[in-house]
């Protein structure tokens, strides 16, 4: 896998993004869109990287970045929202993609930061985006109900100063959470060090602005566009029946249910998740 150029974006209220641009590997196809891609909630650009390894081997340019207050990218400031990470996207791409064909790949709350960025800038999104992929994500807020003590416990993480979620984070959780029956050790020992990495405010107000998701009328920019949708059969957190309502909203849409697998198909599934965007790119082309 090519080693990336790093680049700093500033969000539009200034907090600063890290990101990711690898170059293709391998030479490109003619007029290839570039690969953006957006990773889910406690985690960091690094959950996509078997994925982008394949890719840039077929010789796509892509671009990754530490959604804010994750990884290396800076702390959160003043209310937090799924569609200020719309806003992000749209910054990012400002910057390393101003121009040109796009293929948008969005996991967990990635794929809720596309759906904010097609409500929010749908002309753009129009007029570049050559196809998406929707992995283990939602639409809406939780479709069922959120026990008191989880809220509470949420709610108090999001006051809390900087502090790292470490050791309260275990391998057992990660794996039970987020990982289908046959999980990988490495896989769940990645995630669960990106998840321990995460600070406890990032984790609370996140939680907090996932229920109060609401991106539905912002998959009607979706009609005409590529889209294949794809969820495990063991996903836990955003179970297939989230995946089968964006399926409704966006009736042109594939959706590809993966048996036996959890929450984290770039790892369980790479050459699923891969064959997903070689659909959208064949059928954009």
């Given amino acids: 896998m090519p080693t990336p150029s790093i680049l700093t974006v500033a969000a539009p209220d200034g907090v600063r993004l890290r990101v990711q641009v690898y170059a293709a590997s391998a030479p490109p196809p003619a007029a290839a869109p570039t690969v953006v891609l957006a990773h889910g909630w406690t985690l960091t650009h690094a959950s996509w990287l078997p994925v982008v390894e394949q890719l840039t081997a077929q010789g796509l340019r892509v671009v990754t970045w530490d959604q804010r207050g994750h990884g290396r990218s800076g702390a959160l400031r003043g209310a937090t929202s799924v569609r200020s990470l719309g806003d992000d996207l749209a910054a990012v791409l400002a910057v390393v993609a101003p121009e040109g064909p796009l293929v948008l790949g969005g996991h967990s709350m990635g794929g809720m930061t596309v759906m904010a960025y097609a409500g929010l800038h749908p002309e753009a999104f129009a007029s570049r985006?050559?196809?998406?992929?929707?992995?283990?994500?939602?639409?809406?807020?939780?479709?069922?109900?959120?026990?008191?003590?989880?809220?509470?416990?949420?709610?108090?993480?999001?006051?809390?100063?900087?502090?790292?979620?470490?050791?309260?984070?275990?391998?057992?959780?990660?794996?039970?959470?987020?990982?289908?029956?046959?999980?990988?050790?490495?896989?769940?020992?990645?995630?669960?060090?990106?998840?321990?990495?995460?600070?406890?405010?990032?984790?609370?107000?996140?939680?907090?602005?996932?229920?109060?998701?609401?991106?539905?009328?912002?998959?009607?920019?979706?009609?005409?566009?590529p889209t294949v949708v794809l969820v495990g059969e063991q996903d836990r957190l955003t179970p297939p029946r989230q995946s089968q309502r964006i399926a409704e909203l966006v009736p042109h849409a594939e959706l590809r249910l993966l048996p036996g697998l959890g929450h984290m198909l770039a790892y369980e599934a790479t050459d699923e998740v891969v064959a997903a965007f070689e659909t959208v790119l064949h059928r954009s082309a």
């Fill in 129 to 225: 985006v050559r196809g998406v992929v929707l992995v283990s994500t939602m639409a809406e807020s939780f479709d069922r109900p959120v026990p008191i003590r989880q809220r509470r416990a949420m709610g108090l993480m999001a006051r809390l100063p900087r502090i790292r979620a470490g050791r309260f984070v275990t391998l057992d959780s990660q794996r039970k959470l987020l990982f289908g029956s046959a999980a990988d050790d490495a896989s769940v020992a990645l995630t669960r060090d990106m998840v321990a990495a995460t600070t406890l405010p990032t984790m609370g107000r996140f939680y907090r602005a996932i229920q109060e998701l609401d991106e539905a009328r912002a998959l009607s920019h979706f009609d005409g566009i």
